[in-house]
T-cell receptor
Framework: DAMVIQNPRYQVTQFGKPVTLSCSQT?????MYWYQQKSSQAPKLLFH???????NEADTPDNFQSRRPNTSFCFLDIRSPGLGDAAMYLC????????????FGPGTRLTVL | TQLLEQSPQFLSIQEGENLTVYCNSS?????LQWYRQEPGEGPVLLVT?????EVKKLKRLTFQFGDARKDSSLHITAAQPGDTGLYLC?????????????FGQGTELSVKP
């Protein structure tokens, strides 16, 4: 059974039109992460939640926001997508921080027209 | 900031050949992980190495963690087309950086029949 679920798997939006990506987990993990991955590159951490505590990476653009209404769900909001935001967006979870293994979802491929 | 240099970035080989991917840093990591990612999917954890000098085997894959815990290698014996994918090394910072995984740039492996 899938443990980290991302919806939709493919999302097409228009330049400047807000878009929300969804992640849910059945692992009851404390930490949820959002990564951006461009073609053949390593994932780049955008931010993470430890429970309700939000931690933003210093170089994450203000255009990217996140919400975690409960333990199971986390959302990535892109307020005004630009062409450069086209990428794979990966959600991951872990029980705790530091040495705990991160479990990745299948990703959402975002296309910006 | 801790960095992981992964090489080679691209590798195209014939079925049956052997290959080695390297992951190097000037910093010490408490542990290091290897992931494999297929196109359109999220990274899947292959192995975690924790002890300096540790060697782990997963069928035809051999993972080694350097004695000083600054580098790691992945060796594949008799590569098969099913091994094709993006291989990522990721280190857990020795001194906690908020629980971040430090990713290498990835190695895009293509195994031709």
């Amino acid at each position: 059974d899938a443990m980290v679920i991302q919806n939709p798997r493919y999302q097409v939006t228009q330049f400047g039109k807000p878009v929300t990506l969804s992640c849910s987990q059945t692992l009851n993990h404390n930490v949820m992460y959002w990564y951006q991955q461009k073609s053949s590159q390593a994932p780049k951490l955008l931010f993470h939640y430890y429970d309700k505590d939000f931690n933003n990476e210093a170089d994450t653009p203000d255009n990217f926001q996140s919400r975690r209404p409960n333990t199971s769900f986390c959302f990535l909001d892109i307020r005004s997508p630009g062409l450069g935001d086209a990428a794979m967006y990966l959600c991951a979870t872990s029980r705790g921080l530091a040495t705990d293994t991160q479990y990745f979802g299948p990703g959402t491929r975002l296309t910006v027209l | 900031t801790q960095l992981l240099e992964q090489s080679p970035q691209f590798l195209s080989i014939q079925e049956g050949e052997n290959l080695t991917v390297y992951c190097n840093s000037s910093s010490v990591f408490s542990s290091l992980q290897w992931y494999r990612q297929e196109p359109g999917e999220g990274p899947v954890l292959l192995v975690t190495v924790v002890t300096g000098g540790e060697v782990k085997k997963l069928k035809r894959l051999t993972f080694q963690f350097g004695d000083a815990r600054k580098d790691s290698s992945l060796h594949i014996t008799a590569a098969q087309p099913g091994d094709t994918g993006l291989y990522l090394c990721a280190g857990i910072a020795f001194y906690n950086q908020g629980g971040k995984l430090i990713f290498g740039q990835g190695t895009e492996l293509s195994v031709k029949p």
